[in-house]
């Protein structure tokens, strides 16, 4: 079945640590997205990538940063920058031509907590 | 730069009973409009979209929005609401453009009472 597979579920960081959130598609879509989620304030852009090698910062992409080195992964690195990072982590992927206004398919998310 | 206004955080329904949830958005053109929903610690899936053509479009699960450019609004209804329907609801509006993302509202918690 083609689809988004986020891994882990759940993860759990130290507070100083980095932390890399995986994020992988076999719908071989060219363009993937990374949205944070914390409750009553939706959902907000960090980072997307319409092409392999190639990516563009969000709304919120301080403390956060990302790769591109295959079509289907696109892994999310939270740093220890990242002052507030627990949230709820949601990748979606859409074929390149009109972005995300064609259909966007998400990934199960991957709730991260700072302990 | 486009938003998305949900003004409801919370609302409640009656089983069998009929909903509406409230979207307005700030775009300069016609945007693309979009309506998921998400059950909890799941990603989204997408219930319906609008971009041009008839303003009152049927999505899955038996839900409607119209589009009404004069007061800027996408509103989700369904006229008969089911336990399962519990869950959050996001409207988005994207740009129009090759390289377009989606801008969220805040969302709306839908809880169906027996």
């Known amino acids: 079945d083609g689809g988004i597979t986020q891994s882990p579920k759940y993860l759990f960081r130290k507070e100083g640590q980095n932390v890399t959130l995986s994020c992988e598609q076999n719908l071989n879509h060219d363009a993937m997205y990374w949205y944070r989620q914390d409750p009553g304030q939706g959902l907000r852009l960090i980072y997307y990538?319409?092409?392999?090698?190639?990516?563009q910062k969000g709304d919120i992409a301080e403390g956060y940063s990302v790769s591109r080195e295959k079509k289907e992964s696109f892994p999310l690195t939270v740093t220890s920058a990242q002052k507030n990072p627990t949230a709820f982590y949601l990748c979606?992927?859409?074929?390149?031509?009109?972005?995300?206004?064609?259909?966007?398919?998400f990934g199960q998310g991957t709730r991260l907590t700072v302990v | 730069a486009q938003s998305v206004t949900q003004p409801d955080i919370h609302i409640t329904v009656s089983e069998g009973a009929s909903l509406e949830l409230r979207c307005n958005y700030s775009y300069g053109a016609t945007p693309y409009l979009f309506w998921y929903v998400q059950s909890p610690g799941q990603g989204l899936q997408l219930l319906l979209k609008?971009?041009?053509?008839?303003?009152l479009v049927q999505g899955i699960k038996g839900f409607e929005a119209e589009f009404k450019r004069s007061q800027s609004s996408f509103n989700l209804r369904k006229p008969s609401v089911h336990w399962s329907d519990a869950a959050e609801y996001f409207c988005a509006v994207g740009a129009v453009g090759r390289y377009s993302t989606l801008t969220f509202g805040k969302g709306t918690m839908l809880l169906v009472s027996p």
């Open positions: 979606a992927s859409s074929i390149l031509g009109g972005g995300m206004n064609t259909e966007a398919f």
């Open positions: 609008y971009f041009s053509g008839d303003t």
């Open positions: 990538s319409q092409i392999v090698n190639d990516f």
